[in-house]
Nanobody, 115 residues
């Protein structure tokens, strides 16, 4: 069955960095686009970054030039490198893919940016 498992979240000071990972199984990872979403308390879920099967990346404006999405098809893993973190980046981050019109989500990982 399809599984997405995130890791790498934690507490970091403003200006710091974190790298999130999403290990995937149960589907042909290399042929699917992958996305990272986040949801902050009291806010709607937001698409942060996406990467196509051939590696093209897109970002929400608020994270451009600070976050980098990448994928390793040999490891069936998608990453989100987050630099210059701000308190407003605090949220639960989840990876996502759509397969045969069905959404698949990981369990999420908490990122807290605070001094």
């Amino acid at each position: 069955q399809v599984q997405l498992v995130e890791s790498g979240g934690g507490l970091v000071q403003p200006g710091g960095s974190l790298r999130l990972s999403c290990a995937c199984s149960g589907f042909t990872f290399s042929t699917y686009a992958m996305k990272w979403y986040r949801q902050a308390p009291g806010k709607e879920r937001e698409l942060v970054a996406s990467i196509s099967s051939d590696g093209r990346a897109n970002y929400v404006d608020s994270v451009k030039d600070r976050f980098t999405i990448s994928r390793d098809n040999a490891k069936n893993t998608v990453y989100l490198q987050m630099d210059s973190l701000k308190p407003e980046d605090t949220a639960v981050y989840s990876c996502n893919t759509v397969r045969f019109l069905r959404q698949y989500w990981g369990q999420g990982t908490q990122v807290t940016v605070s001094s």
